[in-house]
Structure formats: C-alpha cells, structure tokens
C-alpha cells in the first residue's frame, strides 16, 4: 500500500508570495503596455497598478477574510492611479510601492517587539521538516535556551531591516534613476537584492546556529 508522504515545509519566503506576485504583475503590464503597445510612460504605470489591485480585492472576496498587506495594495495602487491622473507624477508612482515594503517591515519589526517574530510561521517547519523529534526539541529551546529565542528574533530583525532598506532605496532611486530605469528592472531588482540579503544574512545569524542547537537537543532528548 502506498505510504503517506508528509507535506513538504514551508520555506520562510512563502510569507512574501502575495508581495511577489503584486511586484511581477504590474512589471509585466508595464513591459506590455509601453513597450509593446507604445502607450505613454505614466498611464502605463497607473494602468499595471489596476492589475494588482484587481488581484487583491479578488483573493479578499474569495477567502472572505480581511488581509491587512492586500488592502494596503489596494489602497496604494488606488491612491497611485488617482495621482497619474491627478498629478502624472512617474516618479512619486514608483515611490509608492516602498509604501508595501514599509509595511510588511514595520509589521515583522512590530512581531519582534512583542514577542512572537513574524517570520518564526515559516521558519520552524522549515528547521523541523515534519520530524516529531525536531519539533518537540524546538518546543523545549523556544521556551528554556535565550540563545535560541535569540536567534529567533534576529531571523526576523534582518527580514525587517532588509526590507526597510529596500524602501529606502526605492524612494532614493525613484527620485535619483532615469524614471524608465526603475520602472523597468530597478524597482525589482532592489526588491530582489532585499530577498538575497534576507537569505544569506538569516541563514548566518540565525539559521544556521539554530539548527545546531536544535541537532543538540534532538540528540540530547534521545
């Protein structure tokens, strides 16, 4: 008989799925818009902003719960179609977007300060691979090793640093890049850079030291 396979852990980047998706959604309405159809620079930016707006209004109704990271979406996507035709501002439109970064920072810091890091949701299955062994040695360091909660908290302080950092050079290049510079690979690639940072740093500071205490542990309570 066929066994059951336990589902494969969470990878602490699912978390930014939703921030993923809104950032490759408009970069590829923008691409279609004015390059491909020759639309200009700043309609083109207000009319990708629809699309992730449309996204997020459509997954709240769907799942019938209030998201707080999708209704800033909308509501900065909104606001920034409102100033194209307000104001046709480019670069004040591709400042916005740190308005979602800022966010989703702020929150993870926030997580930090209270206590319970915002990021550990993706963290532990990934460290605990569905082992019960690994779990319950988790359980026991989260409430009995400093060192442990330590870490713990730093994976989420460099999650939040990183994206702050992220937000600052969005606003910096908006207002310093060639507009067609950030509307086309700068603005993504700052948020990529931030991922990367988040990764390496992470894995260092906290990752790795915590799976050796964890290693230590599950030896230990065997």
Not at 7 to 21: D, E, G, Q, V, Y
Not at 117 to 129: D, E, Q, W
Not at 187 to 210: D, E, R, W
Request: with cysteine.
């Amino acid at each position: 008989m066929p066994q059951d396979t336990a589902p494969a852990p969470p990878h602490p980047l699912a978390a930014f799925k939703p921030l993923l998706l809104d950032i490759a959604l408009p970069l590829g309405s923008y691409y279609l818009l004015h390059a491909a159809l020759g639309l200009g620079l700043v309609l083109s930016l207000a009319l990708s902003s629809v699309i992730p707006a449309a996204h997020s209004i459509a997954d709240a109704l769907r799942k019938r719960t209030f998201n707080a990271l999708a209704t800033v979406m909308v509501v900065v996507n909104v606001l920034s179609i409102a100033l194209a035709f307000v104001g046709g501002d480019a670069r004040l439109m591709l400042a916005k977007d740190s308005a979602i970064s800022s966010f989703v920072a702020l929150a993870i810091l926030w997580s930090v300060t209270r206590g319970r890091p915002m990021m550990t949701a993706g963290l532990k299955p990934m460290l605990v691979k569905s082992s019960p062994a690994k779990s319950a040695a988790w359980d026991r360091l989260s409430t009995t090793d400093p060192r442990f909660r330590r870490h713990e908290r730093v994976f989420s302080l460099v999650w939040g640093a990183a994206l702050l950092a992220e937000c600052a050079a969005r606003v910096v290049g908006a207002y310093t890049l060639p507009v067609e510079t950030m509307a086309s690979w700068g603005s993504t690639a700052m948020l990529l850079g931030a991922i990367a940072l988040g990764i390496v740093a992470g894995g260092a500071l906290a990752i790795a030291p915590m799976e050796k205490l964890l290693a230590e542990a599950e030896a230990g309570g065997a």
